[in-house]
């Protein structure tokens, strides 16, 4: 079974600018999260969406947007990039439909570097 | 309100050593709480999980983990460590009422040594 696949791996984007993410998860796992991992930060969660539904928030700016499609794969777009945007962003799937078991299966994430 | 605090942001321990990572959470209500590995340049794996049934919870890789109440702890254990433990470990709890949203703790380096 392949595991969650996340594009792409690395990029570098200038400030301003916007970027796209994209994950796509284990098979038959209907629910996508997403997380931001920085050194200062540690890891913090961005949104969780389910069947297309955004389910579950973090506190982070409206400029972090999500989607997902009727398959589960799901895409986060982040515009007018910051400085701190710099970050891996890693997506998880899950196969929990009651979301409390936090069994999460993460992909190897996409490393973005903002200058 | 849940929170982790792991205690230690770098651990070291010779091969073949006991290793402990220390983790205490706070949370209002009864946690789901887990262990998360994390290999360089890789994305995080599962290592264990406490879902209020055995409070001493066995993983992967030898690892395991008791949850204790009474000292809100869910510190990580491994009789004898191996070169290829060495990694980065994270304690994480389940939000309430956050469906997959887990609330990460700040994490520990572990470096294993000959």
């Known amino acids: 079974k392949a595991g969650v696949t996340q594009t792409p791996r690395y990029l570098i984007k200038t400030r301003g600018q916007q970027v796209t993410l994209s994950c796509s998860p284990i098979s038959g796992h209907r629910s996508v999260s997403w997380y931001q991992q920085t050194p200062g930060q540690g890891l913090q969660f961005l949104f969780e969406y389910f069947s297309e539904t955004q389910r579950n928030k973090g506190n982070f700016p409206g400029r972090f947007s999500g989607r997902q499609f009727s398959n589960s794969r799901s895409e986060m777009n982040v515009s007018t990039l910051e400085l701190g945007d710099s970050a891996l962003y890693l997506c998880a799937s899950s196969p929990d439909l009651s979301g409390r078991t936090g069994e999460l299966f993460f992909g190897e994430g996409s490393r973005l570097t903002v200058l | 309100a849940q929170s982790v605090t792991q205690l230690g942001s770098h651990v070291s321990v010779s091969e073949g050593a006991l290793v402990l990572l220390r983790c205490n959470y706070s949370s209002s209500v009864p946690p789901y709480l887990f262990w998360y590995v994390q290999y360089p340049n890789q994305g995080l794996q599962l290592l264990l999980k406490?879902?209020?049934?055995?409070?001493l919870v066995k993983g992967i890789n030898g690892f395991e983990a008791e949850f204790k109440k009474s000292e809100t702890s869910f510190h990580l254990t491994k009789p004898s460590a191996h070169m290829s433990d060495a990694a980065e470990y994270f304690c994480?709890?389940?939000?309430?009422?956050?469906?997959?949203?887990?609330?990460f703790g700040a994490g520990t380096r572990l470096a294993v040594h000959p």
């Open positions: 406490y879902t209020s049934a055995a409070t």
């Open positions: 994480a709890v389940s939000a309430s009422g956050g469906y997959n949203k887990l609330i």
